[in-house]
């Protein structure tokens, strides 16, 4: 990988995977043994191989690696072996600066609230000239906007490759933009979720889209209820109010402190940004709310155009914007990244793994706080042979586990209540009708956590309550829990290792 190990060479007499022992292997030495099945690029492949990779490398006597340059030195040894007797702590990942890149990627997105007049000018001739195609034609607006929505449906969430999938189909409509006479060089800027939704995109042609053709018609058997139709969105201030309501930004802001990409569903970097991923489409309207229309609101591409920049991020804090890198922060299941076909990524020819080296760079990239010491990976189960001690700040996750999403009819909220009272809520987004997407299917049953201080929770009767908010009959938005799958509620205080 090109980051390198911020400690120097010496002897580190606590060394963890995150911090220390990942760096030692270099990308030609993991190609090198994974042809032979031996896996030294990830943590449970360099743990399992610990004792051989130890015999190996160090000197005098080790064969490993062959060139002189690879060789290891005895205080890379010595740290290894406190490693091993140590028990493999995996640790937090220590933020490295920035790699610099040989050749940066020649795509600079700005923030849109940046862009000169004559950029924005620009930008505005390139969506309209995409607007204008002719629907059929397969680089129009409203083809692209129906890879993600209606008809095709094709855009993956709630699983591991979520975040390659828009990576890409971002890049194909951006270069659909660059096909439009004079647009050769325009980049889609982005929008700044934590800062309210700019000017800019209230006025045509980005504050709404008048659907051309009915999306739903080419569907066997054909869904009705969105032609005509015309791209609904809150008012700003409504759009502010949601975004703190559903938590988003704190959503955010505990993704890119973990140290590790996660398992789909369950923890690290993917769980959290997921969330505000989906908490983010349900603020801003009941169109970005639908996964079957979402994308055709304009302020759809923008606003995943951040996500990626929040992606890339949190690549650059965790080591992780190469292929080996980010493997290093990714558990033992690589297959969704590298082995076909499960990290196809259709109807793209690119796959899962070709996405991590972003083609795009960003004017700004978010490295605050956590620049400063080691990122977090916190859990509620940790191995006995470590140490962990409880602290009255640590956190406590309460997730609602097990919840039968595809029996909800339409994106969800799930509140979370003290006394009655809602402390917490998260948006679920996903479409109207989930039974009938192949890919929601896949993952049917889901889980949302709220991650709470302990005075939040202490001594409150904890209740949860699952609306439906483009239901509101007689009965309101309430949907009935058992009717979700009956869901659990787990609350489990966080440790990390002392
Ligand atoms: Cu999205």
Redesign the pocket.
Known sequence: MTETSPTVDQVVAAPTYMADIRFFFRPEDVEHMAVRGIELGTYDGAKRNALAIYAHTTQPGGDMPKDEAGKWSAARSQTFRNWIINGFPLGTATPVEPPTVAQPPTRLRKDITTLSDAEFDKLKTAFTGIMARDPAAPDSYFALAGH?GLPNSW?L?REDRFKPW?RVHLRVFEDALRSVPGCEDVTLPYWDIATALPDRLQYPPFDEYVLPTDPGATLKPPLAGYFPYTTQRFPATDIEQNVKIYGVLEDTATSLAQSLWGAYNVNGYQKFSIQA??S??GSIGPTMGD?NV??FDPV?WF??CN?DRLWLSWQTRAGATTLAGFKTTVGPNTDWLTFPPFNTLDPYTETAEQTIEADASYDRLELGAPLAGAMENLSGSMDAARTFSFRSASPVSVRVKGIHRLNIPGSFVVSLLADGEPIAKRFF?QPNDPQACSNCVKNGIVNIDFRMSQEQLLDRTLTVRIDVPRHSGEIGTAFPIAQAGNPTINARLLVGEA
């Open positions: 993600h855009c969430h828009h991923h989906d983010g489409h996964q979402a994308s759809f606003f995943h996500i987004f």
